[in-house]
């Protein structure tokens, strides 16, 4: 199953900038909309890995992921 997140874009003057709203610390800008977005897809996909990882690497001995959907 595939998360879906939602993303707040605006332009700014000649660029355009965003952010996602459910992950702190993701945005980014880009030239025309479509850059936008897709840096804001490369973006959200590396602060997933990153937060995985830091999440397996604080479980101590043996763990299960159980997958959660609000």
């Given at each position: ?19 996602v709203e459910e992950v ?17 897809r490369d973006a959200l ?26």
């Open positions: 199953m595939a998360a879906s997140y939602t993303a707040v874009i605006q332009r700014d003057g000649e660029w355009w900038i965003g952010w702190p610390g993701v945005n980014s800008q880009g030239q025309t909309r479509e850059e936008l977005l897709d840096n804001l996909e590396e602060a997933l890995e990153m937060n995985r990882a830091e999440a397996r690497a604080a479980a101590k001995g043996s763990y299960e992921e159980v997958s959660l959907s609000a």
